[in-house]
T-cell receptor
Framework: AQTVTQSQPEMSVQEAETVTLSCTYD???????LFWYKQPPSRQMILVIR??????QNATENRFSVNFQKAAKSFSLKISDSQLGDAAMYFC??????????????FGKGTKLSVIP | DAEITQSPRHKITETGRQVTLACHQT?????MFWYRQDLGHGLRLIHY???????NKGEVSDGYSVSRSNTEDLPLTLESAASSQTSVYFC????????????FGPGTRLLVL
């Protein structure tokens, strides 16, 4: 079974600075998808960024970018120019491409990010 | 705009009662999912459906059931509520194929006394 590990339960960053959230995963598949979701205090789950494993290029969405290291099974999220609105729980998630469970998401336990003014 | 809604948003019930949480999506998505979120566990999959009349068990399905009679709805039933089922429940949906994103509902906070 796939597992997703977020080793940092909590992190903090100064406003306007850069922070990196870590995620590792375990899978025997060669093709899969990886996601970062943000959950603000409202509890709404919001997709931040996604990466297809077959793509070597790291995904980028405005201030959010990932460092995808397939061989190391690592998928970190970098937030640049941190803003107060970035304060939230961040979840890393894995999804297989094929097979019976191919549409399911497996989540890490989350990292709580605080932004210091 | 298409959306996914959950009701109720908050629910208090007693141990042993049957509870049904509603999930409705207007995306016309084939796939629908129920997760529970507990402190220290992230989100864990309870049940999922890939289409009408299709249902499957997830990681933590004991004590829960679902049925899918149409595309839009996937109600989650707790047959006999237990205090261990106190949690926040999220419904999600996605279309089939590719790297399709799962869209989440706003969540239902359930307290079982």
């Amino acid at each position: 079974a796939q597992t997703v590990t977020q080793s940092q339960p909590e992190m903090s960053v100064q406003e306007a600075e850069t922070v990196t959230l870590s995620c590792t995963y375990d899978t025997s598949e060669s093709d899969y998808y990886l996601f970062w979701y943000k959950q603000p205090p409202s509890r709404q789950m919001i997709l931040v960024i996604r990466q297809e494993a077959y793509k070597q290029q790291n995904a980028t969405e405005n201030r959010f970018s990932v460092n995808f290291q397939k061989a190391a099974k690592s998928f970190s999220l970098k937030i640049s120019d941190s803003q107060l609105g970035d304060a939230a729980m961040y979840f890393c998630a894995y999804r297989a491409v094929s097979g019976a469970g191919s549409y399911q998401l497996t989540f890490g336990k989350g990292t709580k990010l605080s932004v210091i003014p | 705009d298409a959306e996914i809604t959950q009701s109720p948003r908050h629910k208090i019930t007693e141990t042993g009662r049957q509870v049904t949480l509603a999930c409705h999506q207007t995306w016309n998505h084939n796939n629908m999912f129920w997760y529970r979120q507990d402190l220290g566990h992230g989100l864990r999959l309870i049940h999922y459906s890939y289409g009408v009349h299709d249902t499957n068990k997830g990681e933590v399905s004991d004590g829960y059931s679902v049925s899918r009679s149409n595309t839009e709805d996937l109600p989650l039933t707790l047959e006999s509520a237990a205090s261990s089922q106190t949690s926040v429940y999220f419904c999600a949906s996605s279309s089939s194929g590719g790297a399709e994103t799962q869209y989440f509902g706003p969540g239902t906070r359930l307290l079982v006394l």
